[in-house]
């Protein structure tokens, strides 16, 4: 199946720090990712649709100015969760749909803590 | 109604049995539809499409019934490794794919 990258796997930071996250579709060009969250215990969250050179549309609830989503190029796409607050702590997840637009293939998240 | 709906378990099998997990949709008009498995502090990995003609990989069988929007999933000689969460899931055909809230399964030696 296609390959989605996602960087990095574990992200621990302080309070107020601002954490980017890489999503990278490495055998397929992606026009469509997807970021998720994932609280413990809890299902998956779509936070945003991201689409390559236009903005991304975010879900209802999901602070725009506080995760920012760039997708310049069509393999990657990134996250930046912006002034980083111990409730951001969570486990980042990006996906992008393959060629048939059908399957979704996720990368392997990120879990952040925010201390 | 939720677009997607799912039993969310657990699910506690002995090793051998063999266990089945339901699944509706609301959208009449879903074109996709998937088994995910979600292992604890992984992500979601395919685990197979579904057919209206069902489908069998193995261990597991998948079966779709479009006029009942029902979706199941069955796996016969479960393993310790099969433990994990199932995600029912279904294409609308607008972008994202829309994902059921998962079952969990522990199979117990």
């Known amino acids: 199946g296609a390959v989605v990258s996602q960087h990095p796997s574990r992200v621990i930071c302080k309070s107020g720090t601002s954490v980017k996250i890489e999503c990278r579709s490495l055998?397929?060009?992606?026009?469509?990712m997807f970021w998720y969250r994932q609280f413990p215990k809890k299902s998956l969250m779509l936070m945003a649709t991201s689409n390559e050179g236009s903005k991304a549309t975010y879900e209802q609830g999901v602070e725009k100015d506080k995760f920012l989503i760039n997708h310049a190029s069509l393999t990657l796409s990134t996250l930046t969760v912006t002034s980083a607050h111990p409730e951001d702590s969570s486990f980042y997840i990006c996906?992008?749909?393959?060629?048939?637009?059908?399957?979704?293939?996720f990368g392997a998240g990120t879990r952040l803590s925010v201390l | 109604r939720k677009e997607v709906e799912q039993d969310p378990g657990p699910f506690n099998v002995p090793e051998g049995a063999t266990v089945a997990f339901n699944c509706t949709y609301s959208?009449?008009?879903?074109?996709?539809f998937f088994w995910y498995r979600q292992d604890c502090r992984k992500e979601p990995k395919l685990l197979m499409s579904v057919y209206s003609s069902g489908n069998e990989d193995g261990r597991f069988t998948a079966q779709l019934n479009r006029a009942s929007q029902y979706i199941s999933l069955l796996i016969r000689d479960s393993k310790l490794s099969d433990s994990a969460t199932y995600l029912c899931v279904v294409n609308s055909g607008n972008t994202p794919l829309v994902f059921g809230k998962g079952t969990r399964l522990s199979v117990i030696a």
């Open positions: 996906s992008a749909m393959g060629l048939a637009g059908v399957i979704q293939y």
């Open positions: 055998d397929f060009q992606a026009t469509t």
């Open positions: 959208n009449s008009a879903s074109q996709s």
